[in-house]
């Protein structure tokens, strides 16, 4: 670990489709060239193809998810979403603790926008996030409506825009494409 030199802080968002799918794009070469890169998973239970490439790619591609599978947020009960936030607190717990103690190169939080955007975490602890990472060390976080307070700490942002989507011709998302 530590060939990093500087780590940077990346923001895919927006719209469109590809933003976890860039972000594994990224953890793939990262494993291939021999970086630690662990991807903390919000608001996803189901079975994906990135969790079975994380299985073939392991140790140097670790994901880990804290939330037991659910429906959609809309669709969960109060007493579900009391559950499911403290099962964010608790992935937002070890993503702190990975960044103390430094365990990877690179820390991936997959659709933590999303978290915000449910208030299941806050801006502020995102922010926590990206001051106490350590200067060698990427964090790239994902999700749509990533705020201008983010997007100004952040080194790099990509937003992933929709102009033409098979969606909208009814067309549901497809395994090994979409998830």
């Known amino acids: 670990m530590g060939k990093l030199k500087k780590g940077y802080v990346q923001i895919y968002t927006g719209n469109g489709k590809g933003k976890t799918t860039a972000a594994v794009g990224l953890a793939v070469r990262a494993a291939g060239d021999g970086y630690k890169v662990y991807m903390l998973q919000f608001l ?3 079975n994906t193809g990135e969790l079975e490439i994380g299985k073939l790619l ?3 591609f670790q994901i880990f998810r804290f939330e037991k599978p659910r429906g959609f947020v809309w669709t969960l009960n109060e007493e579900e979403k009391k559950e499911l936030k403290k099962e ?5 717990n070890f993503a702190l603790k990975v960044i103390k103690n430094r365990e990877c190169d ?6 933590v926008m999303a978290t915000l955007y449910n ?3 806050t801006e502020k602890d995102v ?3 990206i001051e106490e990472k350590a200067e060698d060390m990427e964090l790239i976080l994902t999700g749509r409506n990533a705020s201008e307070s983010l997007i100004e700490r952040a080194d790099l942002v990509t937003e992933m825009k929709d102009i033409k989507h098979y969606f909208n011709q009814g067309v ?3 395994e090994g494409i979409e998830y």
């Open 127 to 129: 922010i926590k996030l």
């Open 172 to 174: 549901m998302a497809r």
């Open 119 to 121: 208030n299941f975490l």
């Open 88 to 92: 964010i607190q608790e992935a937002y």
């Open 106 to 111: 690179i820390l991936i939080m997959d659709e």
């Open 44 to 46: 996803k239970g189901g």
């Open 58 to 60: 392991s140790p140097n």
